[in-house]
C-alpha cells in the first residue's frame, strides 16, 4: 500500500486505454492499478467480462453454493490480463480479510484464495467483488514510458466504478472522472 511518500506512484488508479492504444488486449480497457513500485506495477482489467460466470469458477474449483443459482449466473468473470491468465484474482471491499489478501486502500483488498470464493459461493463472501482471471504487468519503468507515449489516462480510481457491472461504460464514466470524454479524443498521436 502506498504510504504517500512517493507522489510519483499511481496505486489505487485507473488506467484508461487511449483510443491509439496498439495492443488490441488493453483497447478500450480500464485497469485498476493497485500495485507500483520503482520495480514495476501490477493492475486488473475491470472491464473485460469473459464469457464464463461466477458458477462456472465454483464448478471448476468443486465449490457448492447455497445461493440460488441464478444470483451467481450473471455475474460475470473478467479477463484480468495477460499475465497469469489461470490464476484467480478477487478484487473486494476491504473489511475481513481472507488467506492471502492484501490491502490497497481501507477501501479495496486484493485476494488471490480459495477460501473467499467459498464464502462468496456460502454467502459469507464480501459485499462487493469482482472476480477476474489473470492480471497486468508492467517491468521496472515501462508503464511510465507508456504513459509518456499517451498509451494510457490515468484517472483516480472511484470504488463504485470499480464494483460496477455496467462493463460497456466502465471508459467513458473513469474518463468523466477527470471531465474527459472518450469520444472526443483524437486516435493520432501528438506532443506539444
Known amino acids: 500500500m502506498t504510504d504517500g511518500s512517493n507522489p510519483d506512484l499511481l496505486e489505487n488508479q485507473f488506467l484508461i486505454a487511449m483510443p491509439q492504444m496498439a495492443d488490441s488486449y488493453f483497447a478500450n480497457t480500464v485497469t485498476y492499478l493497485w500495485k507500483h513500485s520503482d520495480d514495476g506495477a501490477l493492475g486488473i482489467v475491470i472491464n473485460k467480462p469473459l464469457r464464463a460466470c461466477v458458477t462456472d469458477i465454483f464448478e471448476e474449483l468443486e465449490i457448492e453454493y447455497n445461493i440460488e443459482e441464478g444470483h451467481f449466473r450473471g455475474q460475470q468473470v473478467l479477463a484480468g490480463g495477460p499475465v497469469e491468465r489461470d490464476k484467480g484474482f478477487i478484487i473486494h471491499d476491504a473489511g475481513e480479510a481472507w488467506e492471502s489478501s492484501i490491502s490497497v486502500t481501507t477501501d479495496i483488498s486484493i485476494c488471490t484464495s480459495k477460501s473467499i470464493l467459498e464464502d462468496i459461493a456460502s454467502g459469507n463472501g464480501p459485499e462487493n467483488y469482482l472476480i477476474a482471471l489473470g492480471c497486468a ?7 511510465e514510458q507508456e504513459i509518456s507515449a499517451n498509451a494510457w489516462l490515468t484517472v483516480p480510481a472511484s470504488t463504485d ?13 473513469a474518463a468523466a472522472i477527470l471531465g474527459v470524454d472518450l469520444q472526443h479524443i483524437s486516435p493520432d498521436i501528438g506532443h506539444s
Open 161 to 173: 466504478l470499480i464494483f460496477s457491472r455496467d462493463f460497456d461504460e466502465k471508459a467513458q464514466k
Open 137 to 143: 504487468g508492467w517491468a521496472a519503468g515501462q508503464l
